[in-house]
């Protein structure tokens, strides 16, 4: 029995039709592997970078840490000829200073060599930072009696972290050249993605952002904030300050006896031979203040509230962080991208990003590296790296691998306050069509006057203060 013609060009179309459905499934299911695999890689390569760059953190206060203990070392050594320890400990110091800034640099250049081979591209935006930073090196590093060269030593470094390219960008840089104030608005970029959003509830959980929402009446004159100090490099610095004078005085205590005895014992167990009481005491090194400068911890080095339940931002954390780790310090945040062009037609390429954040940890007898807070010295104390929440590191300093976002920040925010917003920049963009506009605000807050118990929601902690959620940031 013969099939009729017209009935044979029927079933050739279904088979098209069937044909081009399988193909189109295919194609779907190989952009949804390879958004999988795509993120698998993105996060692998984000999270590899950030404990790169914080495990060279770690081995930078190691060192520094070790190089006091071996000024304390050399006094003891040379007690009985106090002539001979001048030059020995000018030399201990002139390293600390230079590694301060050579470990961190290392982390910056090992950072990139591990997204560079989890296959992440090129981050132009950071790259042009990064030049800024080198350019600006003579301008904003001056150099110092001990290290002349210090921005020329400084800009070779950025060469050379970067020769391979830039892969990674360092999320919570210092930029010399950026004097942005964190507690202002308009330098928080959570208020311009909540603005963009139209995330009331954001407003609504922060009360001075909810009584600017409601009488808002111009910018003003934007307070600027202070620029960071050249004692530090601008990417994955450790945050540590340099003090001239006597070891007593690192005490706050400053009585001498509690330093004394805590750095006899750790100049002791890590191997400083030399060091024992009798050699310590004349050695002069407790009340000396002319030939010894000590590198102690800086600002950064402060409770962890940020991981404590009833932090400042009320996270849903199952208990606080162990005392003995309970301090901020220093930390990396990585931001890497990577875009996706699928295979399916009519579908766009599309940009992902993935940040981590990572620091180094250590502990001396149960206690913080900080003795508790007691004495700031920095000691070789850290053992590990870990990653952690990027709500555990310091949000101010988050964003900077962004180039449109520093760019804003440092050179548009006074001109967007006065109504002059920048062409082609999108935080501008964001200000002048919808924040600046009394339409925009007052559906807010009326928004907010019908629907503001929607914004109190309890964590699994319990009811916190001002809600729990975790809205746009």
Same mark, same amino acid.
């Given at each position: 029995?013969?099939?009729? &013609?017209?009935?044979?060009?029927?079933?050739?179309?279904?088979?098209?039709?069937?044909?081009?459905?399988?193909?189109?499934?295919? =194609?779907?299911?190989?952009?949804?592997?390879?958004?999988?695999?795509?993120?698998? /890689?993105?996060?692998?390569?984000?999270?590899?970078?950030?404990?790169?760059?914080?495990?060279?953190?770690?081995?930078?206060?190691?060192?520094?840490?070790?190089?006091?203990?071996?000024?304390?070392?050399?006094?003891?050594?040379?007690?009985?000829?106090?002539?001979?320890?001048?030059?020995?400990?000018?030399?201990?110091?002139?390293?600390?200073?230079?590694?301060?800034?050579?470990?961190?640099?290392?982390?910056?250049?090992?950072?990139?060599?591990?997204?560079?081979?989890?296959?992440?591209?090129?981050?132009?935006?950071?790259?042009?930072?990064?030049?800024?930073?080198?350019?600006?090196?003579? &301008?904003?590093?001056?150099?110092?009696?001990?290290?002349?060269?210090?921005?020329?030593?400084?800009?070779?470094?950025?060469?050379?972290? $970067?020769?391979?390219?830039?892969?990674?960008?360092?999320?919570?840089?210092?930029?010399?050249?950026?004097?942005?104030?964190?507690?202002?608005?308009?330098?928080?970029?959570?208020?311009?993605?909540?603005?963009?959003?139209?995330?009331?509830?954001?407003?609504?959980? /922060?009360?001075?952002?909810?009584?600017?929402?409601?009488?808002?009446?111009?910018?003003?004159?934007?307070?600027?904030? !202070?620029?960071?100090?050249?004692?530090?490099?601008?990417?994955?610095?450790?945050?540590?300050?340099?003090?001239?004078?006597? =070891? &007593?005085?690192?005490?706050?205590?400053?009585?001498?006896? /509690? $330093?004394?005895?805590?750095?006899?014992?750790?100049?002791?167990?890590?191997?400083?031979?030399?060091?024992?009481?009798?050699?310590?005491?004349?050695?002069?090194?407790?009340?000396?203040?002319?030939?010894?400068?000590?590198?102690?911890?800086?600002?950064?080095?402060?409770?962890?509230?940020?991981?404590?339940?009833?932090?400042?931002?009320?996270?849903?954390?199952?208990?606080?962080?162990?005392?003995?780790?309970?301090?901020?310090?220093?930390?990396?945040?990585?931001?890497?991208?990577?875009?996706?062009?699928?295979?399916?037609?009519?579908?766009?390429?599309?940009?992902?990003?993935?940040? !981590?954040?990572?620091?180094?940890?250590?502990?001396?007898?149960?206690?913080?590296?900080t003795l508790d807070g007691e004495i700031p010295l920095v000691t070789p104390a850290f053992t590990a790296v870990r990653l952690i929440m990027l709500a555990g590191a310091s949000e101010e300093r988050q964003n900077m691998a962004e180039d449109d976002w520093v760019v804003?920040?440092?050179?548009?925010?006074?001109?967007?306050?006065?109504?002059?917003?920048? !062409?082609?920049?999108?935080?501008? !963009?964001?200000?002048?069509?919808?924040?600046?506009?009394?339409?925009?605000?007052?559906?807010?807050?009326?928004?907010?006057?019908?629907?503001?118990?929607?914004?109190?929601?309890?964590?699994?902690?319990?009811?916190?203060?001002?809600?729990?959620?975790?809205?746009?940031?």
């Open positions: 029995m013969t099939t009729p &013609r017209h009935r044979r060009g029927q079933i050739v179309l279904v088979l098209v039709f069937m044909m081009l459905g399988l193909l189109l499934l295919m =194609l779907v299911n190989a952009d949804v592997f390879m958004a999988i695999r795509g993120k698998g /890689r993105l996060q692998n390569a984000g999270d590899a970078a950030a404990l790169a760059a914080a495990r060279w953190q770690g081995i930078t206060l190691n060192a520094v840490g070790a190089l006091n203990l071996a000024q304390i070392d050399i006094a003891c050594k040379y007690c009985e000829t106090p002539s001979q320890i001048s030059n020995l400990v000018a030399g201990v110091q002139h390293l600390q200073e230079r590694l301060v800034f050579a470990g961190p640099c290392a982390g910056l250049y090992a950072s990139q060599c591990i997204a560079a081979k989890n296959g992440i591209e090129v981050d132009k935006g950071m790259t042009g930072l990064v030049n800024d930073s080198i350019a600006g090196a003579a &301008r904003y590093v001056p150099g110092t009696p001990s290290w002349p060269t210090k921005s020329e030593d400084y800009a070779l470094m950025l060469k050379g972290a $970067i020769s391979e390219g830039v892969y990674a960008g360092c999320d919570n840089a210092q930029f010399f050249n950026y004097s942005a104030n964190g507690s202002h608005p308009l330098f928080n970029r959570a208020f311009y993605q909540a603005v963009d959003g139209e995330d009331w509830c954001w407003f609504f959980l /922060r009360g001075n952002m909810y009584d600017l929402l409601k009488n808002f009446n111009g910018w003003g004159d934007v307070p600027e904030g !202070a620029t960071p100090s050249p004692t530090n490099p601008e990417f994955y610095a450790v945050d540590v300050n340099r003090f001239s004078g006597a =070891l &007593r005085d690192v005490d706050p205590d400053q009585n001498g006896q /509690r $330093i004394r005895r805590n750095a006899i014992d750790l100049a002791r167990r890590a191997g400083c031979e030399n060091v024992n009481e009798y050699a310590f005491d004349r050695s002069g090194v407790l009340t000396n203040f002319t030939d010894y400068a000590w590198y102690v911890y800086g600002g950064d080095w402060r409770q962890w509230t940020e991981m404590h339940r009833a932090g400042p931002d009320q996270l849903p954390l199952r208990s606080d962080v162990q005392p003995r780790y309970d301090v901020f310090g220093c930390s990396a945040v990585t931001r890497v991208v990577s875009t996706l062009t699928p295979v399916t037609p009519g579908t766009t390429p599309r940009q992902n990003i993935w940040t !981590a954040a990572a620091k180094p940890f250590g502990e001396i007898d149960g206690k913080t590296i804003h920040t440092r050179d548009h925010i006074q001109m967007c306050a006065e109504g002059k917003g920048v !062409a082609g920049c999108r935080y501008c !963009a964001i200000l002048e069509n919808k924040w600046n506009k009394d339409a925009f605000r007052l559906k807010g807050v009326a928004w907010l006057s019908r629907n503001s118990d929607q914004c109190i929601v309890h964590t699994g902690g319990g009811p916190a203060p001002t809600g729990g959620t975790r809205h746009a940031r």
